[in-house]
C-alpha cells in the first residue's frame, strides 16, 4: 500500500532511538517500495544541526547501501522546541500533506508537550496518527494524565502504542498458532502447565540512555512493556473473531487478572558491577538493571502455575525466549525433567519442543522449526509496524488498557520492593544472572 503525500515526523530525529531503528526502518520501506515519491521524512529536534550533519548521522545508522543518496533526499530537519505550538503551526505550513505520521521518540516527560503543541499548532488534524514509543508514561498516573491530553485534540483511532516485540516474527507466530495449531493450542491451557519462564537478556549496557534509563530502571522499561506483552500473548484467551477489538479486549483482561507473587524470593534487583561508572548515572544509584519477579494469573485454570519474568543488561548473551514447562503425568517420578514448549524470539525466531523419550532418564528430542518471514513480515520490525501505522491497522499495537493494566502489576511490585527494601546485587558484566538473596 502506498499513500500520497505522507509525511512522517520523527520527534527526536537525532535521538538514540531513531539512529538505531527508525531512520533504517524507513530505508528499508523506501527500498521496497513502501513510500511515494512524495512522501517526507522530518526530523524534529530542539538542537541546531546541518543539512550536511543530518546526512551524516543517517548514512552512519544505515551503513554504505544501495540508493541511499536517493533516500536522504526525503529527509529534512526541523529544530523547535517540543512546548512551541506556533513553530508547529509553521511545520504544517512549510510541509503540506495528506496525511501525517508522528513518532514519539522522545522520553516520556516530553509526550504532553509535545502532543498540545501539535494539537495547538495544527489546522487539521483529521489525518493524522501519532505513533508513541514504549513506555507510555513513567506510572500508571502519569500514563492517564497523558491520555487525558491525547484525548483533548484526537481520536482513539488516531493513537498507536508501539512495543516493538508485537512487531517481530516469532511473537506474531504465537498468536496465529494458538488460533490455527491443536497441539499448542491444547498446551498452552493454564491446566496444562507447570511453569511459564519468559526471558529478555542483553549483552550491552545503557550505552548513552543514563537520562532515560536513571529514570525507569529494568523494571519499568522492560517488564512493563515487551515482557507483559508477550506474557498476554501466550496466556490470553484467543479470541475466534481475531479482529483488532478482540485481541486487545482479551490481553487487557489477562493484564488485569495479574496478581503478584508476594513471598521470598518473588523478586531479585541486581546491577552490573560498572553502572555507577556509566556517563551520567548517579554515584549512589539504587536503578535496577536486572529483574526478576513472579506473576501468577488469577483465574481457575492457571491456579499455581507461576510465570517467571527475568530481564536485565550486560548478561553476556542478546537472548529473548518463553520457556513453557508442561505438566507431568501422574505416575512419573519427580526427578523426571518437563517437556517444554519453547518459543524463541531472538536472536533466532524459532520453535523448540523438548520431549522426554526414556521414562525416567533425561533422553530429549530437540525439534527446533525455524520461523519463516514471507513478504512484507520480512522487513525490520520498526518498518512493519510504522507500515501497519501507515494503513490504520492496530493489530499488533497495544492498547491503553493494557499499557494501563501494565502499570498496574508493575507498581505492585515497586511497592513490595520498597516495603520490604529489596537489595540490589551487584554482578558482572557477563555474568547469567544474580543471586537470589
Known sequence: MILPSLNIAILGGTGNLARKSLYPALYALFLAGKLSRDTSIVAIGRSKVSEQELQHLIQKSIGPQKDISTFIKHVSYYQTSYSDHISFQQLEVRHPAEQWIFYF???PKVFPQAVTSIGE??????????????????????????????ERYFQQEQLFLLDHYLGKLAVREILYMRLSNQLIADSLRGENIESILIEVTEDIGIEDRSGYYEHMGALK?????????????TTM???????????????????ASLEFAEGHPCVTRGQYGTYLTEQGVAKDSQTETYIETIAYIDKQEWAH???????????????????????????????????????EIQPNAGLTLTLNTTMGESSTINAITPFECIDDSCL??????ILEAMAGNKYYFASY????????????????????????????????????H
Open 105 to 107: 521518540a522522545v522520553p
Open 237 to 255: 484467551d484467543v479470541p475466534l473473531s481475531q479482529t483488532v477489538e478482540s485481541v486487545h479486549r482479551e490481553k487487557a483482561a489477562l493484564l
Open 121 to 150: 499548532g495544527f489546522e487539521d488534524k483529521t489525518n493524522t496518527s501519532l505513533i508513541f514509543e514504549k513506555p507510555f508514561g513513567e506510572s500508571s498516573g502519569d500514563a492517564m494524565q497523558l491520555m487525558a491530553t491525547i
Open 221 to 233: 522499561d522492560m517488564v512493563q512493556s515487551h515482557i507483559l506483552q508477550l506474557l498476554a500473548i
Open 305 to 343: 502455575v507461576p510465570i517467571i519474568m527475568r530481564t536485565g543488561k550486560m548478561l553476556g548473551a542478546k537472548v529473548a525466549r518463553i520457556v513453557v514447562s508442561l505438566k507431568k503425568l501422574s505416575y512419573q517420578p519427580k526427578e523426571t525433567a518437563p517437556n517444554k514448549i519453547i518459543f
Open 401 to 436: 488498557e493494557e499499557v494501563k493494566n501494565g502499570w498496574r502489576y508493575v507498581e505492585m511490585v515497586q511497592q513490595y520492593i520498597k516495603e520490604h527494601k529489596i537489595p540490589l546485587t551487584i554482578y558482572t558484566p557477563g555474568q547469567p544472572y544474580p543471586r537470589h
Open 380 to 385: 525490520p520490525t520498526h518498518a512493519v509496524l
